[in-house]
């Protein structure tokens, strides 16, 4: 079974920095997505960014963008220019598409970030 | 919009109450999913449906069971409360066409057993 590890459950930062958030993960699989989920407080979650494990080049998504490294297993999220609005739960996700119907995502714990003025 | 709603935020029961958990989507999604969400846990798998009156077991369905009788409405059932049942549920629906497909949320139903 596929695990996803998220090593910091709360990290704080300053607003206009920079910050990254770890996740690994452990799987035999070679094709598989990794995505990173936002769920702002009192909100709901949605989704931030997503990697595909065939795709060498890192996603990006303005101001967030990934560090894969599948021999590492390690996806790192980093948010530059950091903004109050970013203040949230990060969530790592695994999903492998011969699970279930290819539907079932592994969450990690979670990364309690906080945006400071 | 897409749009993932669910019945309640906030719910309080006592032990060995029936409990039903409703979420509603509108996007016209194959898919629907029950999580629950924990400290330290992340969110966990409960059931999932991927057509009409279908349902897969996820990481954790003891306990709980599911029905989906129309395709945008997908309920979780509590038969009997006990307290290690309070927590966070989420509903998420996504498309079941090929290729991985993004989980829309709903906002969360908070549940505490007393």
């Known amino acids: 079974a596929q695990t996803v590890t998220q090593s910091q459950p709360e990290m704080s930062v300053q607003e206009a920095e920079t910050v990254t958030l770890s996740c690994t993960y452990d799987?035999?699989?070679?094709?598989?997505?990794l995505f990173w989920y936002k769920q702002p407080p009192s909100r709901q979650m949605i989704l931030v960014i997503r990697?595909?494990?065939?795709?060498?080049q890192n996603a990006t998504e303005n101001r967030f963008s990934v560090n894969f490294q599948k021999a590492a297993k390690s996806f790192s999220l980093k948010i530059s220019d950091s903004q109050l609005g970013d203040t949230a739960m990060y969530f790592c996700?695994?999903?492998?598409?011969?699970?279930?119907?290819?539907?079932?995502?592994?969450f990690g714990p979670g990364t309690r970030l906080s945006v400071l003025p | 919009d897409v749009k993932v709603t669910q019945s309640s935020r906030y719910l309080v029961k006592r032990t060995g109450e029936k409990v039903f958990l409703e979420c509603v989507q509108d996007?016209?999604?194959?898919?629907m999913f029950w999580y629950r969400q924990d400290p330290g846990l992340g969110l966990r798998l409960i059931y999932f449906?991927?057509?009409?009156?279908?349902?897969e077991k996820g990481d954790i369905p003891e306990g709980y069971s599911v029905s989906r009788e129309k395709k945008e409405r997908f309920s979780l059932i509590l038969e009997s409360a006990s307290t290690n049942q309070t927590s966070m549920y989420l509903c998420?629906?996504?498309?079941?066409?090929?290729?991985?497909?993004?989980?829309?949320f709903g906002p969360g139903t908070r549940l505490t057993v007393l």
């Open positions: 998420a629906s996504s498309y079941g066409g090929t290729g991985v497909n993004e989980q829309f």
């Open positions: 996700a695994f999903m492998n598409p011969r699970d279930n119907y290819g539907q079932n995502f592994v």
């Open positions: 799987t035999s699989e070679n094709n598989y997505y």
């Open positions: 990697q595909e494990a065939y795709k060498q």
């Open positions: 996007m016209d999604h194959e898919n």
């Open positions: 449906s991927y057509d009409v009156k279908m349902k």
